[in-house]
């Protein structure tokens, strides 16, 4: 049996053609969606990971004041081989003039924890020398730097360009660094950044993390490791990157599934055209398990060979697709695309093992009819009642099995919730694809008895051929409702992950334009001045007060009312009565949750405000609450209200008309800057534009897998339909021979097959489009932490399913007639 199984592969090529490329194409597409999307992850962690890349332990301070050195304390713990200190502080720096615009300045430390690399030039010797992370300045350019700790402007001069920080990239604000004494001069008592700390050998990070803990005041320091400091990074900027990366994981598995359902759904058209043969060898004394055998040998060969092959293509195919990212919409740099041999090989193997799992049902069906059945009627296999009766149960059992584990599925963690809620949609996609496999063709048998009143019989004998076939048109239609549904799923469930990132992209800096006044309050006729520019739809200069949490921290916030916030924010509101709405990097909203209550002290008064998180940097609060708890203050102080000194007005925010995403040199940027310039008051400008911009093209890097995901479903789809609908129009070469000798005409011949096709196609693309749709919607939902705890019934785009299934019907119907012999006239 095994010199038949290597007899039939050398003298029936063509006939394994097809299901050789169906293998190869599997595989080649596993290996290249595992390659890109492990190589996706590295490049895209590396934005958040490269500083921390020798650091075991991260100290953030928040405004640390005082005279206690939290570094000279750090190095003294047990366990410390190294500290260093990026001290922030936001400054504003100027060329000439008096407009000033707004940028961090940070220390940079030499030594072996210094992660930054330069670009051009060289790093700081002196404290008046400097290097910018942007590319606004050149070298040898002299800024003046204005900063809290200075009474005059500092004269620095540009030394070198440096890479940029994750939080300098999400941010949108370029960065200036400095020496570490030159930046203790000017940021002045407060102590705020980051001190990385590495540990010694022997020493984990958690337990590091714990010493340093106690060694610290914890009310101004958040102490974590590496690990975790990067991931909350990432959690903040692009909402749980972590849930996307595994997502991209799960789809390697639903790729493997789809390209092994392609290998099955050909095995089992093969195998039905080898009826005949079978029924040969049995009656020569050939017996079941010799037969099976040789199968096994065929699909083992068969497999082997063509997962050899299609590995190190898959590895080529995204090899050459990261050389040309930037052309298929990824925008992040790919040229590198490795995988280790493990996997190919894992992969390679699981293509043979699905072969042979594929062979063996199909080959058992075969064998399993009557010696003299088989041998009178080639092409025909009919399934038993009891058989068809089976696979709808099952269907309906895996359905419904798949359903109740997605009810389950709100109550999960996170990231199990992402692995359920693709888990359950697999079984309610499988068992709607078994139920649809059964029930479509006998209804489109029954369909063809009615079809034959229509004027045209070639319609009628298109449709009466999908019974006499169950079994390869059960296979047309699983092979066209799984790469449908998939397809269907990735475009809707990427649209809601799309959408998710790109609003938190343009929600981040919900002010488009802050003015600082770089005295104690900005001037008055400055507002009316940049309120009248061209472009500005609102300018507002608030109230300041200074705020202390429980913990003993100050921050200051701004005064501003919801009526002020709708004219002003984007993505949110001002705060409304007895509301305090907090900022990304406020204190409070690391330790007070969204609607609780938190005591605060404002003008040496206890003020109870509710806390509701902000979708920027900047806090905000009731100006109620602020002038309830300074009028206690001037009373208990004997003071009049009346006579008191006006709230300093240290900011004007600004509203510029068109998008979020505008460009930040746009025309009203810069003609507010032009109008700054003329009233010469000594304020500076920060933009946010340039910051959602940023964030946005990081969100796109996160999103380069919406292309890489749809492009490989679609491909796999495209090879599960072609390859199938192939070898279906090549099985009725007989059957079109006899209808040509009977006197059917050539066009009759071309629409037979293609009603065969369309009545299978369409119903099922429309079901999978739907399916697929919303249970794509549905995993978006749950990877965004949409989901409302219940299962939504929610209801896909249906310009996209139509357009979905117009693509299909094309889809198959150009295969149906590219698979068709070519006419050729007679002599």
Not at 226 to 251: C, I, M, W
Not at 442 to 451: C, D, Y
Not at 763 to 789: E, K, M, N, Y
Request: charged share 15%; proline share 5%; glycine share 8%.
């Amino acid at each position: 049996m095994i010199r038949l199984a290597v007899a039939q592969l050398r003298h029936r090529g063509l006939r394994y053609l097809s299901l050789f490329f169906s293998i190869f194409a599997a595989v080649a597409l596993t290996v290249a969606t595992a390659a890109i999307t492990t190589t996706l992850q590295r490049t895209v962690g590396e934005i958040f990971d490269r500083p921390y890349t020798n650091t075991d332990v991260v100290v953030t301070l928040r405004n640390s004041d005082g005279d206690d050195d939290p570094l000279a304390a750090i190095r003294a713990v047990p366990g410390v081989t190294d500290a260093v200190f990026d001290r922030t502080f936001r400054g504003a720096v100027a060329d000439t003039g008096s407009v000033y615009r707004s940028t961090y300045v940070q220390s940079v430390t030499d030594g072996p924890l210094r992660w930054r690399t330069l670009t051009e030039g060289s790093f700081p010797t002196s404290d008046d020398e400097v290097i910018a992370t942007g590319d606004d300045h050149l070298i040898g350019q002299e800024l003046f730097l204005e900063a809290p700790g200075i009474q005059d402007p500092a004269r620095v001069r540009i030394v070198g360009r440096a890479e940029r920080s994750a939080q300098e990239q999400l941010i949108g604000s370029e960065s200036i660094l400095a020496t570490p004494t030159a930046v203790d001069t000017w940021a002045g008592g407060s102590r705020v950044g980051e001190i990385r700390v590495a540990a010694a050998p022997g020493t984990t990070p958690t337990a590091l993390a714990q010493a340093i803990r106690e060694a610290l005041p914890a009310s101004t320091t958040d102490v974590t490791t590496a690990a975790a400091h990067t991931a909350e990074l990432s959690d903040r900027y692009l909402s749980q990157r972590d849930r996307y990366f595994l997502l991209l994981a799960v789809f390697i598995a639903v790729v493997a599934a789809v390209a092994g359902l392609v290998i099955f759904s050909a095995f089992s058209v093969l195998t039905g055209q080898r009826q005949r043969e079978f029924a040969l060898l049995r009656s020569t004394g050939a017996s079941t398990a010799q037969i099976l055998l040789s199968v096994i040998v065929e699909a083992t060969i068969l497999a082997t060979l063509a997962g050899a092959l299609g590995a190190p293509s898959g590895l080529l195919l995204a090899r050459t697709a990261g050389e040309h990212a930037d052309a298929l919409g990824v925008r992040v740099p790919l040229a590198e695309v490795t995988l280790p041999g493990t996997w190919m090989v894992s992969i390679v193997a699981l293509g043979v093992m699905t072969a042979v799992l594929a062979a063996l049902p199909a080959g058992r069906s075969a064998v399993r009819r009557p010696v003299t059945q088989s041998l009178a009627a080639q092409a025909v296999s009919q399934q038993g009642a009891l058989r068809r009766v089976s696979l709808l149960l099952l269907g309906s059992a895996t359905t419904i099995a798949g359903f109740a584990a997605a009810t389950v599925v709100p109550g999960l963690t996170a990231k199990r919730a992402v692995i359920g809620s693709v888990g359950s949609a697999g079984l309610i996609a499988l068992g709607t694809l078994i139920v649809l496999a059964v029930v479509l063709p006998a209804l489109v048998n029954r369909l063809s008895r009615v079809m034959g009143a229509l004027p045209v019989p070639t319609l009628q004998l298109g449709a009466a051929f999908v019974g006499r076939q169950v079994q390869r048109s059960g296979a047309i239609v699983a092979i066209i409702f799984a790469g449908v549904t998939l397809v269907s799923a990735v475009f809707h469930g990427q649209d809601i992950i799309r959408t998710h990132l790109t609003e938190g992209a343009h929600g981040t800096g919900d002010i488009d334009v802050t003015v600082t006044a770089l005295d104690e309050s900005v001037p008055d006729g400055l507002v009316a001045s940049i309120r009248n520019t061209d472009g500005v739809t609102a300018a507002i200069a608030p109230a300041a007060a200074r705020v202390v949490n429980p913990w003993g921290t100050a921050e200051n916030v701004l005064a501003l009312d919801q009526t002020a916030g709708e004219q002003l924010l984007r993505g949110g509101t001002g705060a409304a009565p007895g509301e305090i709405i907090v900022g990304d990097h406020s204190a409070i909203r690391d330790r007070v949750k969204e609607g609780h209550q938190v005591q605060l002290t404002i003008f040496d008064e206890s003020v109870t405000a509710t806390v509701r998180y902000g979708s920027g940097r900047t806090t905000f609060i009731a100006p109620e609450l602020v002038d309830a708890a300074r009028t206690r203050s001037l009373e208990d102080k004997g003071v009049p209200v009346d006579t008191a000194p006006p709230l300093p007005r240290p900011a004007i925010l600004v509203r510029i008309d068109g998008p979020a995403n505008q460009p930040a040199d746009g025309s009203v940027p810069t003609a507010v800057t032009a109008t700054i310039a003329q009233t010469g008051a000594r304020v500076s400008v920060a933009e946010s534009f340039s910051a959602r911009r940023e964030i946005a093209a990081t969100a796109d890097r996160i999103l380069t897998m919406s292309t890489l995901m749809t492009l490989v479903a679609t491909l796999i789809a495209g090879v599960g339909v072609a390859n199938t609908v192939t070898l279906a129009v090549r099985e009725r070469k007989r059957d079109r021979e006899l209808l040509g000798a009977l006197g059917m005409t050539r066009g009759g011949q071309i629409i037979m097959p293609l009603t065969e096709i369309t009545v299978l196609s369409v119903p099922t693309a429309f079901i999978a489009a739907t399916t697929g749709g919303a249970l794509g919607l549905w995993i978006g939902t749950t990877v965004t932490s949409r989901a409302d705890g219940t299962w939504p019934l929610l209801r896909p785009d249906t310009g996209t399913i139509l357009e979905i299934c117009l693509a299909a019907l094309l889809v198959t119907c150009v295969f149906t007639l590219t698979a068709l012999p070519r006419h050729r006239r007679s002599p």
